[in-house]
């Protein structure tokens, strides 16, 4: 996604106030463009894991579009981005500039032909579905991909395995007040266990710091520019401002048991 964006009012949600837009979109409306819990690095990796050279490439709810831009460096065969917002459908659009297709549609129902596609990314979504949601999506994306197709995703997790369910639901419920998304973040082994029953074979899992608002990762994912923009967004806004430092608070409250993950996911061969 490139730096120019447009205007606050191509941002989906741009009627709502501070005090009541989603975590996500109130970040991009004070100038954030990376948005993903392991930032930029994670990222990165994860489309390298996932193969993406000469192929045929798929992603769900691309957003504002800089994994999308990101994708289309790796040279894929294709590209088609399904976004159900029609705001962030255009702005994928815009950042993209006619190197591939984005699509009006839900990941859990795609309208796209079985078998279609070699890989399909997903990042930052899924932790914000319900489990039986997350589980559609996942079924949708094993439809979609040729078998031996992967399905590359970079999400919110839960760690350790064995953390207390009491404490789950108390992060769980913690980020919604602060982010206004049901956020539903699983453990490793849950993430795991989602593919699983969808028939995937996990290939790889990769970990990174959850450190969204941390100064040092805003710095690395957005350039000296890009975050003095984002910080004098910050503090002239006072009611984003309140917000911010919520989100922030929260995930410093729940920091030992918050990080990023990353799993590349294979569509067994049949």
Request: aromatic content about 4%; proline content about 4%.
């Amino acid at each position: 996604m490139s730096e120019t964006q447009g205007t606050h009012d191509a941002l989906p949600l741009a009627d709502r106030d501070a005090a009541h837009l989603p975590g996500h979109w109130l970040l991009a409306r004070l100038g954030k463009r990376v948005l993903r819990p392991g930032g930029k690095e994670l990222t990165e990796r994860m489309l390298s894991d996932a193969n993406l050279k000469g192929v045929d490439v798929v992603e769900f709810a691309p957003g504002l579009g800089r994994t999308a831009q990101s994708i289309l460096e790796y040279a894929p065969k294709s590209y088609v981005g399904v976004e159900s917002d029609e705001s962030a459908a255009e702005l994928t659009r815009k950042a993209i500039n006619g190197a591939g297709t984005v699509l009006g549609g839900e990941a859990s129902k795609t309208g796209l032909d079985a078998s279609t596609a070699d890989v399909v990314v997903g990042e930052a979504m899924l932790t914000m579905q319900t489990d039986k949601h997350k589980a559609e999506i996942v079924q949708e994306a094993f439809r979609v991909l040729r078998p031996g197709g992967r399905y590359a995703i970079h999400e919110l997790a839960i760690e350790p395995d064995a953390v207390d369910d009491e404490i789950k639901t108390d992060i769980r419920q913690s980020l919604a007040r602060s982010i206004k998304v049901n956020a539903r973040p699983l453990t490793a082994t849950e993430w795991r266990q989602l593919f699983v029953e969808a028939g995937f074979e996990v290939e790889t899992v990769g970990f990174a710091p959850m450190a969204l608002l941390e100064p040092k990762r805003i710095l690395a994912d957005e350039g000296l520019l890009g975050t003095l923009k984002f910080m004098g967004n910050v503090i002239r806004d006072s009611d984003a401002r309140a917000r911010v430092l919520q989100m922030r608070s929260t995930f410093t409250k729940y920091k030992k048991h918050l990080v990023a993950i990353e799993i590349i996911a294979k569509k067994k061969e049949t």
